[in-house]
Protein backbone atom coordinates (compact mmCIF):
# COMPACT_ATOMS: atom_id res chain seq x y z
CA UNK A 1 0.00 0.00 0.00
CA UNK A 2 1.23 3.66 -0.96
CA UNK A 3 2.14 5.80 2.10
CA UNK A 4 -0.41 9.04 1.96
CA UNK A 5 2.24 11.43 3.51
CA UNK A 6 3.64 11.51 0.20
CA UNK A 7 7.33 10.74 1.92
CA UNK A 8 8.65 7.10 2.71
CA UNK A 9 6.96 7.53 5.76
CA UNK A 10 4.27 4.56 6.52
CA UNK A 11 1.40 6.31 6.68
CA UNK A 12 -2.39 5.37 5.60
CA UNK A 13 -3.51 4.75 2.34
CA UNK A 14 -6.73 7.15 2.20
CA UNK A 15 -8.89 9.33 3.61
CA UNK A 16 -11.72 6.27 4.55
CA UNK A 17 -8.32 4.31 5.98
CA UNK A 18 -7.47 7.18 8.66
CA UNK A 19 -11.57 7.39 9.40
CA UNK A 20 -12.09 4.00 9.49
CA UNK A 21 -8.82 3.49 11.60
CA UNK A 22 -9.81 6.45 14.07
CA UNK A 23 -13.01 5.14 14.67
CA UNK A 24 -11.72 1.56 15.33
CA UNK A 25 -9.20 3.29 17.60
CA UNK A 26 -12.45 5.63 19.74
CA UNK A 27 -15.18 2.91 19.64
CA UNK A 28 -14.01 -0.01 21.74
CA UNK A 29 -14.73 -1.40 25.30
CA UNK A 30 -15.02 2.69 26.13
CA UNK A 31 -18.54 2.24 24.41
CA UNK A 32 -19.65 -1.16 25.05
CA UNK A 33 -18.16 -2.00 28.46
CA UNK A 34 -17.24 1.32 30.16
CA UNK A 35 -20.40 3.55 29.08
CA UNK A 36 -23.21 1.35 30.35
CA UNK A 37 -21.38 0.71 33.72
CA UNK A 38 -20.82 4.83 33.64
CA UNK A 39 -23.92 5.53 33.01
CA UNK A 40 -25.31 3.03 35.89
CA UNK A 41 -23.16 3.90 38.37
CA UNK A 42 -23.82 7.43 37.96
CA UNK A 43 -27.65 7.43 37.61
CA UNK A 44 -28.61 7.23 34.07
CA UNK A 45 -29.67 10.75 32.76
CA UNK A 46 -27.84 13.53 34.07
CA UNK A 47 -24.67 11.68 33.10
CA UNK A 48 -25.64 10.95 29.79
CA UNK A 49 -26.85 14.41 28.72
CA UNK A 50 -23.81 15.76 30.57
CA UNK A 51 -21.32 13.24 28.53
CA UNK A 52 -22.69 14.57 25.32
CA UNK A 53 -22.76 18.43 25.52
CA UNK A 54 -18.66 17.12 26.70
CA UNK A 55 -18.31 15.33 23.26
CA UNK A 56 -19.96 17.92 21.53
CA UNK A 57 -18.35 21.49 23.27
CA UNK A 58 -14.88 19.52 24.50
CA UNK A 59 -14.09 16.63 23.31
CA UNK A 60 -14.88 17.35 19.46
CA UNK A 61 -12.63 20.31 19.79
CA UNK A 62 -10.03 18.99 21.31
CA UNK A 63 -9.83 15.57 18.80
CA UNK A 64 -9.05 18.38 15.96
CA UNK A 65 -6.62 19.88 17.87
CA UNK A 66 -4.96 16.61 18.67
CA UNK A 67 -5.60 15.27 14.74
CA UNK A 68 -4.08 18.89 13.71
CA UNK A 69 -1.41 18.39 16.09
CA UNK A 70 -0.31 15.10 14.51
CA UNK A 71 -0.76 15.95 10.92
CA UNK A 72 1.24 19.05 10.90
CA UNK A 73 4.18 17.10 13.22
CA UNK A 74 4.45 14.31 11.22
CA UNK A 75 5.94 12.36 14.10
CA UNK A 76 5.40 10.96 17.35
CA UNK A 77 3.47 13.15 19.56
CA UNK A 78 5.98 14.76 21.32
CA UNK A 79 7.79 15.50 18.75
CA UNK A 80 4.99 16.81 17.04
CA UNK A 81 4.28 18.99 19.64
CA UNK A 82 7.73 20.09 20.00
CA UNK A 83 8.02 21.21 16.53
CA UNK A 84 5.01 23.22 16.14
CA UNK A 85 6.42 24.44 19.34
CA UNK A 86 9.75 25.82 17.49
CA UNK A 87 8.35 26.64 14.24
CA UNK A 88 5.89 29.13 16.80
CA UNK A 89 9.11 30.45 18.00
CA UNK A 90 8.11 29.16 21.69
CA UNK A 91 9.86 27.24 24.77
CA UNK A 92 9.95 23.27 23.41
CA UNK A 93 8.99 22.24 27.16
CA UNK A 94 5.63 21.62 25.83
CA UNK A 95 6.59 18.64 24.57
CA UNK A 96 6.28 17.25 28.29
CA UNK A 97 2.92 17.45 27.92
CA UNK A 98 2.79 15.08 25.03
CA UNK A 99 5.37 12.53 26.75
CA UNK A 100 2.01 12.73 28.99
CA UNK A 101 0.06 11.83 27.21
CA UNK A 102 1.90 8.38 25.68
CA UNK A 103 2.66 7.36 29.21
CA UNK A 104 -1.43 7.53 29.65
CA UNK A 105 -1.57 5.57 26.96
CA UNK A 106 0.42 2.69 28.22
CA UNK A 107 -1.42 2.87 31.36
CA UNK A 108 -4.79 2.56 29.46
CA UNK A 109 -3.09 -0.36 27.56
CA UNK A 110 -1.92 -2.44 30.51
CA UNK A 111 -5.54 -2.46 31.83
CA UNK A 112 -7.48 -2.77 28.83
CA UNK A 113 -5.82 -5.70 27.68
CA UNK A 114 -7.31 -7.35 30.70
CA UNK A 115 -10.37 -6.28 30.07
CA UNK A 116 -9.59 -7.66 26.34
CA UNK A 117 -8.80 -10.98 27.77
CA UNK A 118 -12.50 -11.15 29.65
CA UNK A 119 -13.97 -11.06 25.91
CA UNK A 120 -12.29 -14.05 25.19
CA UNK A 121 -13.07 -15.67 27.95
CA UNK A 122 -16.97 -14.88 26.94
CA UNK A 123 -16.25 -16.16 23.14
CA UNK A 124 -14.43 -19.27 24.83
CA UNK A 125 -17.63 -19.90 26.94
CA UNK A 126 -20.74 -19.17 24.12
CA UNK A 127 -18.37 -21.11 21.39
CA UNK A 128 -19.09 -24.09 24.41
CA UNK A 129 -22.60 -23.49 24.62
CA UNK A 130 -23.12 -23.32 21.11
CA UNK A 131 -21.72 -26.94 21.16
CA UNK A 132 -23.60 -27.52 24.08
CA UNK A 133 -26.77 -27.00 23.53
CA UNK A 134 -27.22 -25.94 19.70
CA UNK A 135 -28.32 -22.56 18.37
CA UNK A 136 -31.64 -23.36 18.38
CA UNK A 137 -33.10 -22.49 22.23
CA UNK A 138 -31.76 -19.57 24.13
CA UNK A 139 -28.18 -19.47 26.29
CA UNK A 140 -27.85 -21.15 28.80
CA UNK A 141 -30.34 -23.30 28.39
CA UNK A 142 -31.87 -24.50 32.03
CA UNK A 143 -29.00 -23.23 33.77
CA UNK A 144 -30.35 -20.26 36.57
CA UNK A 145 -29.34 -16.63 35.81
CA UNK A 146 -27.31 -16.80 39.41
CA UNK A 147 -25.04 -19.42 37.45
CA UNK A 148 -24.62 -17.40 34.33
CA UNK A 149 -23.79 -14.19 36.40
CA UNK A 150 -21.23 -16.28 38.64
CA UNK A 151 -19.10 -16.71 35.42
CA UNK A 152 -17.51 -13.13 35.89
CA UNK A 153 -16.75 -13.80 39.64
CA UNK A 154 -15.52 -17.34 38.53
CA UNK A 155 -13.06 -15.84 36.11
CA UNK A 156 -11.73 -13.12 38.39
CA UNK A 157 -11.20 -15.55 41.04
CA UNK A 158 -9.15 -17.65 39.04
CA UNK A 159 -5.69 -15.50 38.54
CA UNK A 160 -3.87 -17.47 36.20
CA UNK A 161 -6.64 -17.67 33.70
CA UNK A 162 -6.96 -13.39 33.92
CA UNK A 163 -2.94 -13.48 33.15
CA UNK A 164 -2.97 -16.33 30.40
CA UNK A 165 -5.97 -14.28 28.29
CA UNK A 166 -4.26 -10.78 29.47
CA UNK A 167 -0.96 -12.01 27.45
CA UNK A 168 -2.97 -13.71 24.87
CA UNK A 169 -4.51 -10.36 23.56
CA UNK A 170 -1.55 -8.51 23.92
CA UNK A 171 0.19 -10.67 21.98
CA UNK A 172 -2.62 -10.40 19.15
CA UNK A 173 -2.26 -6.36 19.03
CA UNK A 174 1.00 -6.84 19.47
CA UNK A 175 1.31 -8.46 16.26
CA UNK A 176 -0.77 -5.87 14.62
CA UNK A 177 1.43 -3.28 16.01
CA UNK A 178 4.29 -4.42 14.72
CA UNK A 179 3.47 -5.00 11.19
CA UNK A 180 3.39 -0.73 10.80
CA UNK A 181 0.48 1.54 10.25
CA UNK A 182 -0.88 1.05 6.76
CA UNK A 183 0.01 -2.82 6.37
CA UNK A 184 -1.15 -4.29 10.17
CA UNK A 185 -3.22 -1.44 12.01
CA UNK A 186 -4.82 -0.31 8.50
CA UNK A 187 -5.80 -4.16 7.87
CA UNK A 188 -7.22 -4.49 11.23
CA UNK A 189 -9.46 -1.62 10.76
CA UNK A 190 -10.58 -1.85 7.09
CA UNK A 191 -11.68 -5.79 7.65
CA UNK A 192 -13.04 -5.59 11.62
CA UNK A 193 -14.57 -1.84 11.94
CA UNK A 194 -17.46 -2.81 8.88
CA UNK A 195 -17.88 -6.48 10.26
CA UNK A 196 -18.31 -4.88 14.29
CA UNK A 197 -20.83 -2.13 12.41
CA UNK A 198 -23.16 -4.79 10.57
CA UNK A 199 -22.89 -7.16 13.54
CA UNK A 200 -23.76 -4.08 15.90
CA UNK A 201 -26.43 -3.12 14.21
CA UNK A 202 -28.40 -6.25 13.96
CA UNK A 203 -27.94 -6.89 17.85
CA UNK A 204 -28.93 -3.28 18.54
CA UNK A 205 -32.26 -4.15 16.74
CA UNK A 206 -32.62 -7.29 17.63
CA UNK A 207 -32.77 -5.83 21.28
CA UNK A 208 -34.89 -2.89 20.14
CA UNK A 209 -37.90 -5.13 20.01
CA UNK A 210 -37.57 -7.10 22.94
CA UNK A 211 -37.35 -6.12 26.13
CA UNK A 212 -37.96 -3.06 28.30
CA UNK A 213 -37.42 -0.15 25.37
CA UNK A 214 -39.20 3.02 26.41
CA UNK A 215 -37.82 2.29 30.04
CA UNK A 216 -34.09 2.23 29.41
CA UNK A 217 -34.70 5.30 27.29
CA UNK A 218 -36.71 7.33 29.70
CA UNK A 219 -33.37 6.43 32.28
CA UNK A 220 -31.07 6.95 29.77
CA UNK A 221 -32.45 10.27 28.67
CA UNK A 222 -34.43 12.17 31.28
CA UNK A 223 -32.16 14.93 32.89
CA UNK A 224 -32.33 15.28 36.83
CA UNK A 225 -29.96 18.59 37.48
CA UNK A 226 -30.07 17.23 41.29
CA UNK A 227 -28.09 14.20 40.39
CA UNK A 228 -25.36 16.20 38.61
CA UNK A 229 -22.66 16.42 41.06
CA UNK A 230 -18.94 17.07 40.75
CA UNK A 231 -18.04 13.73 40.61
CA UNK A 232 -20.66 12.90 38.37
CA UNK A 233 -19.59 15.63 35.72
CA UNK A 234 -16.21 14.18 36.45
CA UNK A 235 -17.28 10.92 35.35
CA UNK A 236 -19.06 11.99 32.53
CA UNK A 237 -16.16 14.45 31.15
CA UNK A 238 -13.76 10.98 31.56
CA UNK A 239 -16.04 9.12 30.13
CA UNK A 240 -15.96 11.39 26.91
CA UNK A 241 -12.61 11.10 26.75
CA UNK A 242 -11.85 8.09 26.89
CA UNK A 243 -14.49 6.88 24.91
CA UNK A 244 -13.26 9.73 21.92
CA UNK A 245 -9.23 8.21 22.36
CA UNK A 246 -8.53 11.71 24.06
CA UNK A 247 -5.54 13.07 25.77
CA UNK A 248 -3.79 10.03 26.04
CA UNK A 249 -1.41 11.46 22.70
CA UNK A 250 -3.74 8.18 20.77
CA UNK A 251 -5.38 10.68 18.06
CA UNK A 252 -2.09 12.76 17.42
CA UNK A 253 -0.18 9.56 16.63
CA UNK A 254 -2.71 8.81 14.02
CA UNK A 255 -3.33 12.43 13.04
CA UNK A 256 0.86 11.85 11.92
CA UNK A 257 -0.28 9.37 9.37
CA UNK A 258 -3.04 11.44 7.59
CA UNK A 259 -2.37 12.88 3.91
CA UNK A 260 -2.78 16.35 3.41
CA UNK A 261 -5.70 16.50 1.38
CA UNK A 262 -7.72 15.24 4.71
CA UNK A 263 -9.91 17.77 5.97
CA UNK A 264 -9.42 17.56 9.56
CA UNK A 265 -12.78 19.07 10.91
CA UNK A 266 -14.86 16.73 8.81
CA UNK A 267 -13.07 13.79 9.37
CA UNK A 268 -13.33 14.61 13.16
CA UNK A 269 -17.00 15.13 13.28
CA UNK A 270 -17.34 11.79 12.11
CA UNK A 271 -15.56 10.11 14.45
CA UNK A 272 -17.13 11.80 16.92
CA UNK A 273 -20.56 11.29 15.95
CA UNK A 274 -19.50 7.14 14.90
CA UNK A 275 -18.23 7.17 18.45
CA UNK A 276 -21.05 8.56 20.40
CA UNK A 277 -23.74 6.80 18.29
CA UNK A 278 -21.80 3.42 19.18
CA UNK A 279 -22.11 4.09 22.85
CA UNK A 280 -25.97 5.57 22.85
CA UNK A 281 -26.80 2.40 20.69
CA UNK A 282 -24.70 0.65 23.39
CA UNK A 283 -27.12 1.57 26.37
CA UNK A 284 -30.13 1.39 24.39
CA UNK A 285 -29.15 -2.57 23.29
CA UNK A 286 -28.03 -3.44 27.16
CA UNK A 287 -30.69 -1.73 29.41
CA UNK A 288 -33.80 -2.88 28.03
CA UNK A 289 -32.62 -6.18 29.12
CA UNK A 290 -31.28 -4.97 32.05
CA UNK A 291 -34.72 -3.70 33.00
CA UNK A 292 -37.22 -6.43 31.22
CA UNK A 293 -35.31 -9.47 33.38
CA UNK A 294 -35.83 -6.88 36.37
CA UNK A 295 -32.14 -6.32 36.97
CA UNK A 296 -30.03 -3.59 38.64
CA UNK A 297 -29.03 -0.69 36.33
CA UNK A 298 -25.69 0.38 38.63
CA UNK A 299 -24.51 -3.33 37.77
CA UNK A 300 -21.41 -1.59 36.98
CA UNK A 301 -18.62 -3.42 35.28
CA UNK A 302 -20.61 -6.66 35.24
CA UNK A 303 -23.52 -4.83 33.24
CA UNK A 304 -22.02 -6.11 29.54
CA UNK A 305 -20.49 -9.01 31.09
CA UNK A 306 -23.20 -10.60 33.56
CA UNK A 307 -26.46 -9.12 32.80
CA UNK A 308 -26.39 -8.95 28.85
CA UNK A 309 -25.65 -12.68 28.90
CA UNK A 310 -29.05 -13.36 31.51
CA UNK A 311 -30.69 -11.49 28.38
CA UNK A 312 -29.30 -13.41 25.98
CA UNK A 313 -30.89 -16.75 27.91
CA UNK A 314 -34.89 -15.95 26.43
CA UNK A 315 -33.52 -15.09 23.13
CA UNK A 316 -33.97 -17.05 20.42
CA UNK A 317 -31.02 -18.47 19.07
CA UNK A 318 -29.19 -16.29 21.89
CA UNK A 319 -26.21 -18.43 21.92
CA UNK A 320 -25.30 -17.94 18.60
CA UNK A 321 -26.40 -14.06 18.70
CA UNK A 322 -24.29 -14.32 22.39
CA UNK A 323 -21.18 -15.73 20.37
CA UNK A 324 -21.41 -12.71 17.75
CA UNK A 325 -22.07 -9.80 20.05
CA UNK A 326 -18.74 -10.85 21.93
CA UNK A 327 -16.94 -11.71 18.81
CA UNK A 328 -17.92 -8.37 17.32
CA UNK A 329 -16.92 -6.49 21.06
CA UNK A 330 -13.42 -8.44 20.35
CA UNK A 331 -13.23 -6.83 17.03
CA UNK A 332 -13.93 -3.41 18.44
CA UNK A 333 -11.59 -3.72 21.79
CA UNK A 334 -8.30 -4.78 19.00
CA UNK A 335 -9.21 -1.72 16.80
CA UNK A 336 -8.69 0.46 20.15
CA UNK A 337 -5.72 -1.45 21.83
CA UNK A 338 -3.92 -1.31 18.42
CA UNK A 339 -3.72 2.52 19.00
CA UNK A 340 -3.15 2.54 22.60
CA UNK A 341 -0.34 0.50 21.67
CA UNK A 342 0.87 2.67 18.44
CA UNK A 343 1.10 6.14 20.69
CA UNK A 344 4.25 4.64 23.03
CA UNK A 345 5.90 2.57 20.07
CA UNK A 346 5.86 5.54 17.77
CA UNK A 347 7.38 7.60 20.48
CA UNK A 348 9.76 4.67 21.62
CA UNK A 349 10.63 4.24 17.56
CA UNK A 350 11.99 7.80 17.26
CA UNK A 351 13.31 8.23 20.63
CA UNK A 352 15.60 5.39 21.11
CA UNK A 353 16.00 5.31 17.29
CA UNK A 354 15.57 1.63 17.08
CA UNK A 355 12.90 -0.66 14.22
CA UNK A 356 9.63 -0.85 14.90
CA UNK A 357 9.48 -4.20 15.96
CA UNK A 358 11.74 -3.78 18.43
CA UNK A 359 9.81 -0.87 19.83
CA UNK A 360 6.48 -2.66 19.95
CA UNK A 361 8.60 -5.74 21.67
CA UNK A 362 9.64 -3.36 24.56
CA UNK A 363 5.73 -1.65 24.86
CA UNK A 364 4.41 -5.08 24.78
CA UNK A 365 6.38 -6.67 27.36
CA UNK A 366 6.01 -3.29 29.68
CA UNK A 367 2.19 -3.29 29.34
CA UNK A 368 2.23 -7.17 29.70
CA UNK A 369 3.62 -6.81 32.81
CA UNK A 370 1.86 -3.96 34.62
CA UNK A 371 -1.35 -5.28 33.06
CA UNK A 372 -0.60 -8.36 34.84
CA UNK A 373 -0.81 -6.80 38.33
CA UNK A 374 -3.90 -5.01 37.07
CA UNK A 375 -5.34 -8.61 36.99
CA UNK A 376 -4.27 -9.99 40.25
CA UNK A 377 -6.00 -6.96 41.95
CA UNK A 378 -9.48 -8.92 41.37
CA UNK A 379 -7.18 -12.04 43.26
CA UNK A 380 -4.61 -12.80 45.23
CA UNK A 381 -3.09 -8.99 45.13
CA UNK A 382 -7.14 -7.12 46.13
CA UNK A 383 -5.57 -6.06 48.97
CA UNK A 384 -2.48 -3.81 47.51
CA UNK A 385 -3.91 -0.30 47.38
CA UNK A 386 -1.17 1.42 46.18
CA UNK A 387 -2.60 5.03 46.15
CA UNK A 388 -5.58 4.18 48.61
CA UNK A 389 -4.44 7.02 50.84
CA UNK A 390 -5.60 9.85 48.11
CA UNK A 391 -9.70 9.81 48.57
CA UNK A 392 -9.84 9.68 44.41
CA UNK A 393 -8.40 6.34 44.60
CA UNK A 394 -9.80 4.89 48.04
CA UNK A 395 -10.13 1.23 48.25
CA UNK A 396 -8.56 0.53 44.81
CA UNK A 397 -6.47 -1.91 43.43
CA UNK A 398 -4.34 -1.47 40.42
CA UNK A 399 -6.81 -2.08 37.84
CA UNK A 400 -9.10 0.91 39.21
CA UNK A 401 -6.11 2.82 39.80
CA UNK A 402 -4.68 2.68 36.46
CA UNK A 403 -8.47 3.72 35.29
CA UNK A 404 -9.34 6.08 37.66
CA UNK A 405 -5.27 7.58 37.13
CA UNK A 406 -5.94 7.74 33.26
CA UNK A 407 -10.02 8.93 32.54
CA UNK A 408 -9.60 11.30 35.75
CA UNK A 409 -6.48 12.84 35.76
CA UNK A 410 -4.08 12.28 32.52
CA UNK A 411 -6.86 12.49 30.41
CA UNK A 412 -8.11 16.08 31.37
CA UNK A 413 -5.42 17.32 31.86
CA UNK A 414 -3.66 16.31 28.95
CA UNK A 415 -6.72 17.96 27.05
CA UNK A 416 -6.36 21.17 28.86
CA UNK A 417 -2.57 21.34 27.71
CA UNK A 418 -3.61 20.05 24.36
CA UNK A 419 -6.11 23.16 23.80
CA UNK A 420 -4.32 25.83 25.61
CA UNK A 421 -1.58 24.61 23.18
CA UNK A 422 -3.44 24.83 19.88
CA UNK A 423 -5.46 28.21 21.24
CA UNK A 424 -2.86 30.01 22.78
CA UNK A 425 0.77 28.67 21.73
CA UNK A 426 1.46 27.53 18.31
CA UNK A 427 1.50 30.16 15.78
CA UNK A 428 -2.55 31.26 13.98
CA UNK A 429 -1.17 30.91 10.40
CA UNK A 430 -0.07 27.13 11.13
CA UNK A 431 -3.42 26.06 12.82
CA UNK A 432 -5.35 28.27 9.89
CA UNK A 433 -3.65 26.37 7.48
CA UNK A 434 -4.35 22.39 8.84
CA UNK A 435 -8.09 23.09 10.58
CA UNK A 436 -10.34 22.86 7.34
CA UNK A 437 -12.75 25.56 9.25
CA UNK A 438 -13.77 28.52 7.90
CA UNK A 439 -15.46 31.98 8.89
CA UNK A 440 -17.64 31.88 11.97
CA UNK A 441 -17.04 27.73 12.79
CA UNK A 442 -13.70 28.45 13.21
CA UNK A 443 -14.02 31.58 15.07
CA UNK A 444 -16.16 29.44 17.48
CA UNK A 445 -13.69 26.41 17.90
CA UNK A 446 -10.81 29.18 18.74
CA UNK A 447 -13.15 29.91 21.40
CA UNK A 448 -13.51 26.53 22.61
CA UNK A 449 -10.14 25.75 23.00
CA UNK A 450 -9.09 28.74 23.99
CA UNK A 451 -11.48 29.82 26.45
CA UNK A 452 -14.17 27.26 27.52
CA UNK A 453 -12.08 23.61 27.60
CA UNK A 454 -9.50 24.99 29.58
CA UNK A 455 -11.80 26.80 31.83
CA UNK A 456 -14.41 23.98 31.94
CA UNK A 457 -11.96 21.11 32.40
CA UNK A 458 -10.48 22.84 35.55
CA UNK A 459 -13.51 23.61 37.20
CA UNK A 460 -14.64 20.25 36.38
CA UNK A 461 -11.37 18.58 37.69
CA UNK A 462 -11.55 20.46 40.99
CA UNK A 463 -15.13 19.77 41.94
CA UNK A 464 -14.55 16.36 41.08
CA UNK A 465 -11.62 15.37 42.96
CA UNK A 466 -12.81 17.59 45.71
CA UNK A 467 -16.46 17.25 45.56
CA UNK A 468 -16.44 18.93 49.67
CA UNK A 469 -15.99 22.53 47.98
CA UNK A 470 -19.33 22.44 46.65
N1 LIG B 1 -11.53 4.92 22.90
C1 LIG B 1 -11.20 3.56 23.21
C2 LIG B 1 -12.49 2.85 23.65
O1 LIG B 1 -13.50 3.48 23.77
C3 LIG B 1 -10.13 3.46 24.25
C4 LIG B 1 -8.95 4.31 23.99
C5 LIG B 1 -8.61 5.33 24.88
C6 LIG B 1 -8.18 4.14 22.84
C7 LIG B 1 -7.53 6.17 24.64
C8 LIG B 1 -7.08 4.98 22.57
C9 LIG B 1 -6.77 6.01 23.46
O2 LIG B 1 -12.49 1.69 23.89
Request: aromatic share 14%.
Given at each position: ???A ?19 G??V???N ?28 L ?44 A ?24 V ?34 L ?21 W ?47 A ?6 F ?47 V ?11 G ?46 K ?6 RP ?34 L??G ?11 S ?19 E ?39 P???
Open positions: MVATGSSRDGWSSRSAFILAAVSAGLGMWRFPAEAGANGGGAFVLFYIFCVVLIGPVLLSETLIGRHGQASAPESVRKIAAESGRSSHWDTLASFGVLGFLVLSFYCVVGGWVLYYIGVFVQDFATGIAGGAFEGRPPEDIESLLPGLFSDGMLMVGHAVFITITFYFVSRGVSSGIEVATWLMPAFFVLFLAITVYGAFTGAFSEALTYLFTFDASKLTGEVMLAVGQAFSLSLGVAGMMTYGAYVGREVNLAGTSGIIAGADTAVALLAGLCIFPIFAAGLEPNGGPLMFQTLPIGFQSMPVGSLVGLLFFIMVFFAALTSSVSLMEAPTAWLEKANIGLATLVVTIGALLLGILAALSFNSMADFQPLGFIPFEQGMFDVLDTVTKVLMPVGAIMTALFVGWVARRLIDSENGLTGGLEKFWLFLVRWLCPFALIIILVVGIFSIL
